[in-house]
C-alpha cells in the first residue's frame, strides 16, 4: 500500500539521520540538528521573556539524569572568552542552550550581559549594548525580534563550541610545524649537510 511506503521511507530515514549522528556527543547531536532544521528553514521557536535570572531558585529540583546545566561563572571559566565580544557571544550561547530551563532563552539583552559578567566575577562593560551591537556587526550575532535584543547564530555557534577556549582541540593540531628533515639544520636558511667525496 502507498500509505505503508511512505512510513517504512520516513523510518529509513530517521535511521539514517539516528546512525549518523550516534558517533557524536548529545551536545554536539542538538547542534548538528538545529543547523539541519535551518538549512531546510524549519526553525520556529518562541522568544522567552527577558530576564536577568542566571541562577536557579533555590528549592528548584535536580535537572534530570542525563541533563547537564552549569551557572554562567563555570562556563565561562571554561570557555574563557578573550574579548568583550567573545564574552557577548559565549552569554548568548549560554541562554540558549546551556542555563537552566527555567531561565533559558532565545535573545539577550545588554541587561542580561551585564548581569552575566557580574555573577562571573568579571570586570563590568562600560556599554554592554554596544557590545552586543559589536558582536552583531562581526556575524556571531543577529538582531532579536525587539530593539536592543540579540540572538545567537550558528557561526556565533561555531565559535563557541568549537574555538573555546583558544589554542584548544583542533586549533592545537593546526599550530603544529612540520618535522625537519634529518641531515640538516638551519644556519641562515641553507642546509649544513656536506657532500662526502667520490
Do not use: C
Not at 555557534?157 to 612540520?178: D, F, Q
Amino acid at each position: 500500500m502507498a500509505g505503508t511506503s511512505a512510513a517504512q521511507d520516513d523510518l529509513e530515514a530517521v535511521r539514517t539521520v539516528v546512525d549518523a549522528l550516534k558517533p557524536f556527543p548529545a551536545g554536539d547531536q542538538q547542534r548538528i540538528l538545529r543547523w539541519a532544521q535551518e538549512k531546510l528553514g524549519l526553525v520556529a521557536t518562541a522568544v522567552a521573556p527577558s530576564t536577568p535570572l542566571l541562577e536557579a531558585p533555590a528549592g528548584v529540583a535536580p535537572p534530570a539524569a542525563g541533563s547537564v546545566t552549569r551557572d554562567i561563572r563555570s562556563f565561562l571559566q571554561e570557555k574563557r572568552p578573550s574579548s568583550a565580544v567573545q564574552i557577548a557571544t559565549a552569554v548568548a550561547y549560554y541562554f540558549a542552550f546551556e542555563a537552566p530551563q527555567a531561565v533559558r532563552k532565545t535573545e539577550v539583552t545588554a541587561v542580561d550581559l551585564q548581569e552575566a559578567i557580574r555573577l562571573s566575577a568579571r570586570p563590568r562593560l562600560h556599554d554592554p549594548g554596544k557590545t552586543l551591537h559589536n558582536a552583531s556587526i562581526l556575524g556571531y550575532l543577529d538582531k532579536g525580534s525587539s530593539r536592543g535584543s540579540f540572538r545567537i547564530n550558528t557561526v556565533g555557534e561555531n565559535l563557541v563550541a568549537m574555538a573555546m577556549p583558544e589554542g584548544s582541540g583542533r586549533e592545537k593540531a593546526a599550530g603544529k610545524r612540520p618535522a625537519r628533515k634529518p641531515g640538516t639544520a638551519k644556519t641562515g636558511g641553507k642546509a649544513t649537510g656536506r657532500r662526502r667525496p667520490a
